[in-house]
């Protein structure tokens, strides 16, 4: 089991990047996918999540409006499309699997950290004029 995250790279503000996620192992039908991130001095925070299964999506205030988490199955391949980026989004981007809810529902008061046991390596966003 692999996760694989890319796309990251140092844009200006107001500026949009791609992240991807590719997974092996697995069929993204089985769990649900995360986007977490990790700006320096900073806790972890859960900024997207998407359920192939009809489970719903979640997105953090911050990512609201701005961010797009998508999903191909096919080529089992979550995205997570970030536009109109700002200084405070500068972080590294983690996606992971959450092996114990194949939903997204109620992401910030039910999902737990443990129960994301398959993690790719991060990803470097940069926001910076």
């Known amino acids: 089991v692999q996760l694989q995250a890319s796309g990251g790279g140092s844009v200006q503000p107001g500026g949009s990047l791609r992240l991807s996620c590719s997974a092996s192992?697995?069929?993204?039908?089985?769990?649900?996918i995360a986007w977490f991130r990790q700006a320096p001095g900073k806790e972890r925070e859960g900024v997207s999540c998407i359920s192939t299964t009809g489970g719903g999506i979640f997105y953090s205030d911050s990512a609201k409006g701005r961010f797009t988490i998508s999903a191909n199955r096919a080529t089992s391949t979550v995205y997570l499309r970030m536009n109109s980026l700002k200084p405070e989004d500068t972080a590294v981007y983690y996606c992971?699997?959450?092996?114990?809810?194949?939903?997204?529902?109620?992401?910030?008061?039910?999902?737990?950290?443990?129960?994301?046991?398959?993690w790719g390596r991060g990803t470097l966003v940069t926001v910076s004029s």
């Open positions: 192992g697995f069929m993204l039908d089985y769990y649900a």
């Open positions: 992971a699997a959450n092996t114990m809810r194949s939903r997204c529902d109620n992401f910030k008061t039910d999902h737990q950290t443990h129960e994301y046991n398959y």
